[in-house]
């Protein structure tokens, strides 16, 4: 497609379960983000992908808290032991080095309830 | 930390024009960022500003002072559709060592007729 995917759109899960998210971003795309917003809340830096390089994983909130991304592209995310203060919509973006300062295009998240 | 500004909320009349402020305290800048974001949509982006003055796109312009730490998004011929929350970013180091756009929580601009 010509936009940024994201699978599942909603998420239902029971406290304690692990989730996996899917983002497929832009294809030619080097760079990927996750961010997540809370209800009334900024978007949130989680983690970054650029290239081949090792990702920045600094604004992830916990060890609870991974991602990768296979072959330069799609990235999953993923949150073990879920905890009712993960419930976000969780955005994922990616973005051409040299474009408009690297303008980020976002996909239309994951709605993640943890019950 | 980085810190980075906007009001909550403002309202307008259709076929006014609003200014929608921003500023921000950060550790570096590498540019400034406004995006759109209607209620249970993705964020779209508007604008880029990496260098002082303003940058003119149809009904919208965006204007940043560096030495201000301010930047302001203006509307021009509101439209019932601009009803939506406009998110200020700046590109600022991270902890791991890359420039990351880092987002203010967003200013909800409501258009009344």
């Known amino acids: 497609g010509a936009g940024v995917s994201q699978s599942p759109s909603n998420k239902v899960t029971e406290k304690g379960k692990d989730v996996e998210l899917r983002c497929d971003p832009i294809?030619?795309?080097?760079?990927l983000y996750w961010y997540r917003q809370s209800l009334g809340q900024g978007l949130e830096f989680l983690i970054y992908?650029?290239?081949?390089?090792?990702?920045?994983k600094s604004g992830l909130p916990s060890d609870r808290f991974s991602a990768e991304r296979t072959g330069g592209s799609v990235s999953t995310l993923t949150i073990q032991r879920t905890q009712q203060e993960d419930s976000a919509v969780y955005l994922c973006?990616?973005?051409?080095?040299?474009?408009?300062?690297?303008?980020?295009?976002f996909g239309s998240g994951t709605q993640l309830s943890v019950l | 930390g980085q810190n980075i500004d906007q009001p909550t909320e403002m309202t307008a009349t259709e076929g006014a024009i609003v200014q929608i402020n921003c500023t921000y305290q950060?550790?570096?800048?590498?540019?400034l960022f406004w995006y759109q974001q209607h209620a249970g949509e993705a964020p779209t982006f508007l604008s880029y500003?990496?260098?002082?003055g303003l940058e003119e796109k149809g009904r919208f312009s965006s204007f940043l002072s560096r030495s201000k730490g301010y930047s302001y998004l203006l509307l021009k011929e509101l439209q019932m559709k601009d009803s939506a929350s406009y998110l200020c970013?700046?590109?600022?180091?991270?902890?791991?060592?890359?420039?990351?756009?880092?987002f203010g929580r967003g200013t909800s601009l409501i258009v009344h007729p």
């Open positions: 973006a990616s973005s051409l080095l040299g474009e408009s300062g690297e303008k980020l295009f």
């Open positions: 294809s030619g795309h080097t760079a």
């Open positions: 992908f650029q290239g081949n390089s090792a990702p920045d």
């Open positions: 950060t550790s570096g800048f590498n540019g």
């Open positions: 500003n990496v260098l002082d």
């Open positions: 970013a700046v590109r600022v180091p991270s902890g791991g060592g890359s420039y990351i756009p880092t």
